[in-house]
Nanobody, 122 residues
C-alpha cells in the first residue's frame, strides 16, 4: 500500500509555471506506475501524464504535450509535474495516482492523493 500527498499548487498568471510534487510513503514506490490527473468543477477527472516505474517512459495527453513534464525520483519517493505556459483551461484540482500498469483511465489506478488546487488567472 502507498499513501500519496500532493503539494505545489497555487495561483499563477496565464503563461506562468508551477511544479507539483507528490510524495509517496512506503518502500515500494519504485514498483508503481505514477500518473497525474486533473478535475475541473463539474467535469470528469482527466488524464494528464504518466511515468513508468523507472522513469524511462512517459505519456501525455495531447493538450499538455510539450508544455508539461512528468518525472520521478525513486530515491526520494516523489513524482513531479512541471507545468509551463499555463492557460486558464489548465485550472483544476490535480491528483497524483499510483497503479500497476500504464494507463489513462482513472479506474486503472489504485492509490490516490487528496489533490492540489491549481488556479490560472487570465
Amino acid at each position: 500500500q502507498v499513501q500519496l500527498v500532493e503539494s505545489g499548487g497555487g495561483l499563477v498568471q496565464a503563461g506562468g509555471s508551477l511544479r507539483l510534487s507528490c510524495a509517496a510513503s512506503g518502500r515500494t514506490f519504485r514498483t508503481y506506475v505514477m500518473a497525474w490527473f486533473r478535475q475541473a468543477p463539474g467535469k470528469e477527472r482527466d488524464f494528464v501524464a504518466t511515468v513508468s516505474e523507472s522513469g524511462g517512459s512517459t505519456d501525455y495527453t495531447d493538450s499538455v504535450n510539450g508544455l508539461f513534464t512528468i518525472s520521478r525520483d525513486n530515491a526520494k519517493n516523489t513524482v513531479y509535474l512541471q507545468m509551463n505556459s499555463l492557460k486558464p483551461e489548465d485550472a483544476a484540482v490535480y491528483y497524483c495516482a499510483a497503479g500497476y500498469y500504464t494507463a489513462r483511465r482513472p479506474v486503472d489506478y489504485t492509490y490516490w492523493g487528496q489533490g492540489t488546487q491549481v488556479t490560472v488567472s487570465s
